[in-house]
């Protein structure tokens, strides 16, 4: 990794840490696509090792809001899932999968605009586990079902929950993805040289999480998701 890489990988992962420790969402939308121009190879274990720190930080720091229940299930079902995610990235080529799961994104956006408020049951959260398991595993990014099952939840559930989520099965998939020969350690070593970036994005969304509202974090949620589903549509 060249300095000029590297550089550019600090900025954009505090950019990211700091958005994610703030609302709960968008670091590997922030990451996947510039690492993916730099450096093709850095995704998706590039991305999923550098959530690890993040996420565990972000769960602690707002354990006292954690949904276990709802954890629970969606851990469950992204567990279930994870191997599904590894067949998809051998089976199918990465521009298809991205304009599929960019379309389905979008379309869920455009529904929760117009459908009244909800509160997440046992369907919901498994339906989002499985959707992120495959997806995660494949490209990186899995946020886009969870934030719009949590879209009607307070702030500090959605960044507890998520994170919690988010720290299963992120292990997961790297063990999987190291068990099956598709990842190599190196690319640990890439993801622990941006640990400072990371400390700092996180430290400072420590300033400005408790400040997001319910309201302001659903427009956040579905901005977040429409855009994310638009980035995995035009391969971005």
């Known amino acids: 990794m060249t300095a000029q890489t590297l550089t550019v990988l600090a900025l954009t992962v505090a950019v990211a840490a700091f958005v994610q420790g703030s609302s709960g969402l968008g670091f590997a939308l ?3 696509p510039v690492a993916g121009m730099l450096d093709p190879h850095l995704v998706p274990v590039f991305v999923l090792a550098s959530m690890i720190p993040l996420n565990l930080y972000v769960a602690w720091r707002e354990r006292a809001s954690l949904d276990l229940r709802g954890a629970g299930w969606i851990t469950g079902a992204r567990l ?37 408020a909800f509160t997440p049951g046992r369907a919901a959260y498994v339906g989002a586990g499985a959707v992120t398991g495959l997806t995660e595993t494949a490209t990186g990014v899995g946020g886009p079902p969870l934030a719009l099952v949590y879209q009607h939840r307070p702030p500090a559930e959605l960044r507890s929950t998520v994170a919690a989520c988010f720290l299963v099965g992120e292990v997961a998939s790297l063990a999987l993805l190291f068990g ?14 941006l640990l400072p970036a990371i400390a700092a994005g996180a430290w400072l969304s420590r300033l400005v999480h408790h400040r997001l509202d319910a309201r302001r974090m659903r427009l956040f949620v579905l901005v977040f998701a429409l855009v994310s589903g638009l980035v995995l549509m035009l391969g971005v």
């Not at 994870?82 to 080529?93: E, R």
């Not at 099956?180 to 040289?193: C, I, R």
């Open 180 to 193: 099956t020969g598709k990842a190599q350690a190196t690319e640990l070593g890439q993801a622990a040289l």
């Open 30 to 32: 922030i990451v996947a």
């Open 80 to 116: 279930a899932a994870t191997p599904a995610g590894l067949a998809v990235l051998w089976m199918i080529p990465e521009r298809g999968l991205g304009v599929f799961v960019g379309v389905s994104t979008v379309l869920a956006a455009v529904v929760s605009l117009a459908a009244p």
